[in-house]
């Protein structure tokens, strides 16, 4: 995955891409590579996409980390990292994996789905 757009939009607007990226698949074409989320009020937008769960894709679009990773690097507790990445993770915008980690069990291994990501809010 190339991007994704985080946007502000309506129902109509939601379906209108829908029936683009139809259209686009009924005649064979090749998709962008791109996934849209959207939030029809961009108050709940802002709210699910705080700050500091921006701050925490941002650190994973650089390269993948571990929840440990994060919990130092933010300075963050840990509980407050998990629940985000459990939340981040449910709305599609991250992955995690769990990996052996040598002489420790296992940890759980965090990673962003697209190197870049768009937020767009229209007000009015």
Known sequence: MTKVSIRTDDVAGFFD???QAARKA???LAFDGSVTLSFED???MFTVL???RRRLMLEIMVEPKTINDLTNRLKRDRSSITK???LLEKMGLIVSSRQLNPGHG???MVQAIAPKIE???TLG
């Open 106 to 108: 296992i940890q759980k």
């Open 84 to 86: 985000d990445v459990g």
């Open 26 to 28: 009924d005649k064979g």
């Open 17 to 19: 891409r829908a029936k």
């Open 42 to 44: 961009p108050q709940k």
């Open 50 to 52: 705080t700050e500091s």
């Open 119 to 121: 937020m767009i809010a």
